[in-house]
Every structure is written in C-alpha cells, then in structure tokens.
C-alpha cells in the first residue's frame, strides 16, 4: 500500500508540473507572444527606462518556479536534497522556453540578462536547501497598481500596460529573519515575528497623463514586516497558507532612499 501510494504522489506530482507548464505557456502566448514575429534574435536589454526592474522579476519568478517545485516533489516523497536540484533544473527549463520563445518577437528578443537573472534565482531556492543559514534570506513580493495602470485600463492613454509590466508598481524585496541570525541576548530582544526589508522599485516610467515612456529613477526601500511563518498556528492547511504567504512582502512603513534623498513613507505597499 505504500508503494502504491507512493507512486500515486509521484504520478500526481508530474501531471501538476505538465498541467503547470501548459497553463503558465498558454498565459504567455495569449499575453505576450500576440505580437509581431521575427527571426530569432538576441536582445541585450540592459538599464532600460524601467531601470532593469524586469529582471528581479526574473530572479522572483525562478525563485518561485524552483522552491514550488521542489514543495510539489517532497510531497511525492522524494528526498529534499533531489527535490530541490530538480525543481530548479523544473525551473531552469521552463523559464528558458519561454526565453527561446520570447526570441522570436520583435519586441522582446532572446534576453541573456533575464536568463542570468532566472538562474539566480533558481540558485537562491537551491541555497536554501544546501546552505541552511541562506534561509534566513527570501525572496518576497508587493505591488500596488499605478495611476498609469488605472488611466490605461480606463482607455483615458495609449498603451497595453498592465500588472505585469507596471514596474513602478511592483517592489521586489530581499526579507531577513533577523531572529534566526542573532545569538543570546540580542535575539531574545528581537520580536521574532519581524523580518527586515530590503527592497527596489522604480518611479513612474510611463506618464498617467499621456501614455509616455521616460527613464524612472531608482528606488532603495528600507523596511519591517511581518513574518507569516511566525504566526501561530500548525495545522497543515494553515501551514501550507503561511509558507505561500511568506513570499509575500506585507504593507508596512518604509524608508526610502533615492539620488535625491531620504524620506519616510508612511505606508508603502
């Protein structure tokens, strides 16, 4: 009975990573791959007017692509250690068809940056496994739709802006456990339910007012937020919710950094 449950998981496992490959290739053909065609070619896209935003995208996606991955193979009982190569080369393969595919757009182009970019995070998800202490370190996610977002989906400006690309919008972010790295009396005084947040995002890179593209300035924020994995609670479905949730950057107060200086924030989301 074991075996054969086993092999269950196991076969529930590859028709999840089939059913995921086709669901998430058939969302970019219909949002991405609608364009103009064109030889395949190769586009170093480096500091664009979005100030390389796209590519911690690129790194979040590989990161997520490779740690659900390595859930879903875990629980067809496979070992950590081969759930976590697998599910970052699961990853690595993914994300480099849609690269290839991305190559024959002329709007896009084959982008060695993104694929360094998707490794990376692949690689962070793989340290998690191999280097313990890297897991006090995870990728975590905000966004909040810009006014650039709402007047194109209002039809008020011209352009196909949407979430995906409404990088002024979006902060990738780099969360610490902090109460995991500290020792003694440091990490008693420490509220564990804290993590500290590094994060970037960009200024406005298309005009709300006319649809046009400009360069966006950088922006360094410096935050606390909460840790799900903290929350009380272990009941396996609100286990499995608090591990997702974890990827999650909460709304909270921040500290933003720019060329032109210092200034709090007193919500930014």
């Given at each position: ?76 009982c ?28 002329r ?5 060695p ?79 564990g ?19 046009t ?33 974890r ?23």
């Open positions: 009975a074991g075996g054969g449950a086993k092999r269950g998981a196991q076969v529930g496992a590859a028709a999840i990573f089939v059913g995921g490959n086709l669901g998430l290739y058939e969302y970019f053909r219909r949002a991405w791959w609608s364009g103009e065609r064109s030889d395949f070619y190769v586009n170093w896209d480096w500091d664009v007017p979005f100030r390389n935003q796209d590519k911690l995208g690129h790194l979040h996606g590989g990161y997520i692509l490779a740690e659900a991955g390595r859930e879903v193979l875990e629980a067809a496979v070992s950590e250690k081969k759930a976590a190569v697998y599910g970052a080369l699961y990853a690595a393969a993914f994300q480099l068809q849609i690269e290839i595919w991305d190559g024959t757009q709007l896009y182009g084959f982008s940056p993104d694929l360094l970019f998707n490794s990376i995070g692949q690689g962070i998800s793989l340290a998690h496994t191999f280097v313990p202490v890297t897991k006090a370190v995870t990728p975590t996610f905000s966004y909040a739709g810009t006014a650039a977002l709402k007047a194109t989906n209002a039809g008020t400006i011209p352009g196909d802006l949407r979430p995906s690309v409404d990088y002024s919008g979006q902060t990738y972010w780099l969360s610490v456990d902090v109460d995991t790295l500290l020792r003694g009396r440091a990490r008693r005084l420490w509220p339910l804290l993590r500290f947040s590094l994060g970037h995002t960009i200024t406005d890179w298309v005009d709300p007012a006319t649809g593209q400009f360069r966006a300035r950088r922006r360094i924020m410096l935050s606390l937020d909460l840790d799900p994995l903290k929350l009380p609670g272990r009941a396996p479905w609100w286990m499995a919710t608090k591990k997702m949730l990827h999650y950057r909460f709304p909270a107060p921040a500290i933003e950094i720019m060329s032109t200086g210092v200034r709090g924030v007193a919500w930014h989301r």
